[in-house]
């Protein structure tokens, strides 16, 4: 029998057994579990990060820039400012002052630092605050990538988990590459590239050791490290950087040392742009149309325009000058405001010295004394002074409202200043005998102006310029305005004439200005008697004249007789799509229309028929510079070029001898008309010449008028002539060249008759073939030698009008001259 104590032995062998049994059973239990954890945990992790593959087509967010046609920039658009450079542009001690600040071990780990960790952790114990990072560079693009928060455990292991895929999948040059192309480098800048443009207006190529240290401190903190607004914490973080540069063996203690010493000039470098803010929005408009506003603002896009920057900066300092020319015959506005007594005393009581001024600069100045003895008024701008002289200020008469009244003139001093007025002046230049500085009064223009120029043959728009401020107001005058063209839509009815295919119309051709009467094209049931500027009539009128001197009854009868309808459906053809009042009122230009359209109507005239697409943008290229965009614009002939050229040179002759003859001081063949509106509301100019077409409107956008006799020879004219002599300074003079089937005969300035062979006087008019008179013969027109309309007078009345839209009646223009008589030989152009 088994002793007593056998029993109990195997009773704890048994439970030993089964604990064992038990005990193994829960931890394999507990390993399926924390492995059924672990592989929850990495799908949880692993959730929804994206795809590692991926990165080796790093595409970020970069920069869209647009170039004008020279190739200097206009515009950048982005939302994050980054230019991507690949690994070829980027110096290897830039590379190595960031590995060094930021991952010491980057080329030696598999993305998870662990030593490097403590490492940190133990410099930043030691330093008291936070001097070193514990990511390593794989975990600062995970992070960079992901967008996950700073201090959230679960995103830091996401962070952990995607660094360790991306160095499976990448190698260390790929890092670096996305690395140093998405760090955030404060004031707006991503990547070294851009931080080396804005901060040292370089390329990061160009760094030096000292500056890519300066560049790395910055990972940590951006904002506390700035150099421009912290240099004291940025120097910091240098001498920290190339420390550890030296500590990592990558520059010898003799480099590192000569970067300590190197100075480095830190400033908010902006890139220099054109200043073509019109134009440039214009093509920022097509753009989000186009691409949309992600591809625009993220895609890194590179946009070819045909903006020229000289023709621009031409057309702008033309505006300036035109409109404050403008502004002063317009009359004085008063001063900006006036000081209290106590004030005008304190600004008394300042210290003269040369103060901190620019020449050139507009600032507002104090009147704190009118001299009258000696016709001075002494003005403070701070600490500095400065004098006006009444010759100086005469022109700043009271503005006239009245157009028929009488223009007042300043007679003295006192009659412009008071102490106390607060006024707008330029300094001009500082004089250390007087202590003082020369100065120019100016005011704000209340006029607006607008500029549009396109090459011919290609329609490229050189120059557009849709105001006199675009800060100031945004609205395109260029493009967006419809006002009305007055006098400058005429040739557009005087070409439909040439052009017409049963009515014979000739350059010669008489018609009568006289008195007439029409049904009233605005109120039904009166009368309407068309007028010229000049309130004078003028007999028998050649067609040449009557454009040339811009004489409204003479265009109101031609209009008439080719028919509204004809004239309406012409204007189409030459590129007019705004609404045309169906009245006789359009032969004075009272349909508004926008500068281009109305420009490029004249360029149909320049371009011997071809109607031109206006091309802003001529060429659009990804990233990758592949081509997305290349404009292709549509050149299609509208009207012959016989009558193009017929209307160019009765155009040359509103500059040769009519309202436009201003311009003959740029001495070289142009073609252009006037433009005035009624009660002198709008003034423009549109011209051209072989190379270039340009227009100019100038008004209120109120639509006050612009002051007396501003008409557009005046108001317009000075503009197109600064910018057009600017332009095309440089090219050669050219005429327009003759097509095939003009011929050019001999005839009488004042009746257009022909010149029998051997006769003296005259000049050769353009015809087209078929059309000329002869020397002894009839013209061919049904009307004979006789003038057209000779009979239609005041007492014979005349047919109705079509319905009329609402417009103002009684359109004023520019003034008319006497015919030109003085008898001059000419030669026919050359073709």
């Not at 107001?473 to 040739?491: C, H, I, T, V």
């Not at 007028?531 to 009539?537: A, G, I």
């Not at 197109?720 to 327009?736: I, S």
Request: glycine share 8%.
């Amino acid at each position: 029998m088994p002793s007593s104590q056998t029993k109990p032995t195997r009773r704890r062998k048994s439970w030993l057994k089964r604990i064992f049994i038990w005990g193994g059973s829960l931890t394999l239990v507990l390993a399926i579990l924390a492995a059924g954890a672990a592989v929850v945990g990495w799908f949880y992790i692993t959730d929804n990060l994206p795809r590692v593959e991926s990165l080796t087509d790093y595409r970020p967010p970069t920069v869209t820039q647009v170039l004008a046609a020279d190739g200097s920039l206009m515009a950048q658009y982005y939302h994050q400012r980054r230019f991507v450079v690949p690994m070829s542009h980027v110096p290897r001690h830039v590379v190595q002052a960031f590995v060094a600040a930021e991952d010491g071990n980057f080329f030696r780990h598999t993305g998870i630092d662990l030593a490097g960790i403590m490492r940190a952790a133990l410099a930043n114990l030691r330093a008291g605050r936070v001097v070193q990072g514990a990511s390593t560079i794989s975990q600062q693009v995970a992070q960079g990538l992901l967008h996950t928060p700073a201090k959230d455990w679960m995103a830091k292991l996401k962070e952990m988990v995607f660094a360790w895929k991306m160095e499976k999948a990448l190698n260390k040059q790929e890092i670096l590459y996305i690395y140093l192309n998405q760090i955030y480098l404060g004031h707006g800048t991503y990547g070294v590239e851009a931080a080396a443009r804005t901060y040292f207006g370089k390329t990061a190529k160009n760094l030096g050791v000292a500056e890519a240290a300066l560049l790395a401190g910055l990972v940590q903190a951006p904002s506390r490290y700035s150099p421009l607004r912290h240099p004291r914490r940025a120097r910091t973080r240098q001498v920290y950087v190339i420390g550890r540069m030296a500590e990592e063996g990558f520059i010898t203690k003799e480099q590192a040392q000569a970067a300590l010493n190197q100075p480095v000039d830190v400033q908010l470098h902006r890139p220099k742009t054109v200043m073509a803010p019109y134009y440039e929005e214009t093509v920022r408009q097509w753009l989000e149309e186009r691409y949309g506003r992600k591809l625009l603002y993220e895609g890194g896009l590179t946009v070819h325009t045909a903006c020229d920057p000289p023709m621009t900066a031409a057309a702008k300092a033309a505006i300036a000058s035109g409109l404050a020319q403008l502004t002063r015959r317009q009359g004085y506005f008063g001063p900006l405001k006036r000081l209290s007594p106590a004030e005008l005393a304190q600004a008394q009581a300042q210290p003269v010295g040369p103060g901190d001024l620019e020449p050139g600069a507009k600032r507002q100045a104090v009147v704190v004394a009118v001299d009258q003895n000696r016709q001075l008024a002494e003005l403070r701008l701070g600490a500095a002074q400065g004098y006006l002289s009444f010759d100086q200020v005469k022109w700043a008469h009271p503005v006239v409202k009245d157009l028929g009244a009488p223009t007042p003139r300043a007679k003295e001093i006192k009659d412009v200043f008071s102490p106390g007025d607060v006024v707008l002046v330029r300094p001009v230049k500082y004089s250390p005998q007087n202590n003082s500085w020369s100065l120019e009064l100016l005011q704000e223009p209340v006029a607006q102006a607008a500029l549009l120029a396109l090459e011919n043959h290609t329609g490229r728009v050189r120059v557009m310029i849709g105001g006199s401020d675009f800060n100031k107001s945004q609205y395109n005058r260029a493009l967006q305005a419809r006002r009305q063209p007055g006098s400058a839509f005429k040739p557009l009815i005087y070409a439909a004439a040439l052009d017409h295919p049963t009515k014979v119309y000739t350059s010669s051709t008489q018609i009568l200005d006289a008195p007439i009467t029409y049904d009233d094209p605005v109120n039904p049931g009166e009368k309407w008697r068309p007028k010229n500027y000049s309130s004078r009539f003028y007999g028998p009128t050649t067609v040449r004249q009557a454009l040339a001197h811009s004489r409204n009854v003479v265009t109101v009868k031609l209009l008439s007789d080719l028919g509204i309808g004809y004239v309406v459906n012409y204007a189409r053809r030459l590129g007019i799509t705004s609404a045309l009042a169906p009245n006789l009122s359009l032969a004075l230009g009272t349909s508004g229309l926008s500068l281009l359209e109305i420009t490029l109507a004249y360029g149909v005239f320049d371009d011997q028929g071809i109607l031109m697409d206006p091309v802003f943008v001529e060429k659009v290229t990804d990233r990758d510079g592949g081509e997305i965009y290349q404009s292709t614009p549509q050149q299609r002939r509208v009207i012959s070029a016989v009558t193009a050229y017929l209307a160019t040179h009765l155009l040359k002759g509103v500059i040769e001898e009519g309202t436009g003859r201003s311009m003959r001081v740029l001495k070289r063949p142009l073609a252009g008309k006037t433009g005035t509106t009624n009660d002198l509301r709008d003034a423009w100019f549109v011209g051209y010449s072989p190379q270039l077409i340009c227009g100019v409107w100038v008004g209120q956008d109120d639509n006050r008028p612009l002051g007396k006799r501003e008409t557009g020879a005046r108001a317009a004219g000075p503009i197109w002539r600064e910018f057009m002599g600017q332009a095309l300074k440089g090219q050669p003079a050219e005429d327009f060249p003759v097509p095939d089937g003009v011929v050019f005969v001999r005839v009488d300035r004042d009746s257009g008759a022909p010149i029998a062979a051997g006769g003296k006087g005259g000049f050769f008019e353009s015809f087209k073939q078929g059309r000329q008179p002869t020397p002894g013969g009839s013209r061919p027109s049904s009307q004979g030698d006789k003038p057209k309309d000779f009979l239609q007078s005041e007492s014979f009345g005349a047919p109705p009008a079509p319905a009329p839209e609402p417009v103002e009646p009684g359109v004023s223009k520019q003034p008319s001259e006497p015919p030109y008589s003085q008898d001059q030989t000419e030669t026919p152009p050359n073709r």
